[in-house]
T-cell receptor, first 115, second 110 residues
Framework: DTGVSQDPRHKITKRGQNVTFRCDPISEHNRLYWYRQTLGQGPEFLTYFQNEAQLEKSRLLSDRFSAERPKGSFSTLEIQRTEQGDSAMYLC?????????????FGEGSRLTVL | GEDVEQSLFLSVREGDSSVINCTYTDSSSTYLYWYKQEPGAGLQLLTYIFSNMDMKQDQRLTVLLNKKDKHLSLRIADTQTGDSAIYFCAEGDSGYALNFGKGTSLLVTP
């Protein structure tokens, strides 16, 4: 399978704990995105990387959230001191610079439940 | 942020046409998109339209854009049960920070 893969698919944690999600994009894609989706809502943009550079961050990304893409390949999204409001599906997507605009390839998501 | 509004639910019979509507508020949107989300699967780009176009057709899909009214629609001809999914309208200008609507859940009945 050469699509976008995310791990873990589901994480249950207690409030106050830290969690980390990993995303492996399609191998030749140099752009990587994180979105968050809550029940009954559309995806909300969190952040975007081109290669290893984080070029855009949403105001939704509070200081408890940090994303990295150290070698321009996989990315991690860490949430520190989780809150119940962080419960959501965290979606990763990738695309190729120069490809059709907005053609993002999404993974199946990592569902976070904060108790 | 800017709003993208969609009706939440649509039910059609197999073989009929489906029309999913969307309104947006950001007049600077360069591109408008339709994504499909099937249960347990990632979002998939169905089609997109440049803001200087009125219509785009791609096999069973027809996208109509009324830029004056900021209204976008997706028509699916000969709707099949496999088309049952959530359809998201999205707008953007740079191609990365897409602004999605809440999605329209399409149910196709035999």
């Amino acid at each position: 399978d050469t699509g976008v893969s995310q791990d873990p698919r589901h994480k249950i944690t207690k409030r106050g704990q830290n969690v980390t999600f990993r995303c492996d994009p399609i191998s030749e894609h140099n752009r990587l995105y994180w979105y968050r989706q809550t029940l009954g809502q559309g995806p909300e943009f969190l952040t975007y990387f081109q290669n290893e550079a984080q070029l855009e961050k949403s105001r939704l990304l509070s200081d408890r959230f940090s994303a990295e893409r150290p070698k321009g390949s996989f990315s991690t999204l860490e949430i520190q001191r989780t809150e119940q409001g962080d419960s959501a599906m965290y979606l990763c997507a990738s695309s190729l610079a120069g490809g059709p605009p907005g053609e993002l390839f999404f993974g199946e998501g990592s569902r976070l439940t904060v108790l | 942020g800017e709003d993208v509004e969609q009706s939440l639910f649509l039910s059609v019979r197999e073989g009929d046409s489906s029309v999913i509507n969307c309104t947006y508020t950001d007049s600077s949107s360069t591109y408008l998109y339709w994504y499909k989300q099937e249960p347990g699967a990632g979002l998939q780009l169905l089609t997109y339209i440049f803001s200087n176009m009125d219509m785009k057709q791609d096999q069973r899909l027809t996208v109509l854009l009324n830029k004056k009214d900021k209204h976008l629609s997706l028509r699916i001809a000969d709707t099949q049960t496999g088309d049952s999914a959530i359809y998201f309208c999205a707008e953007g200008d740079s191609g990365y920070a897409l602004n999605f609507g809440k999605g329209t859940s399409l149910l196709v009945t035999p």
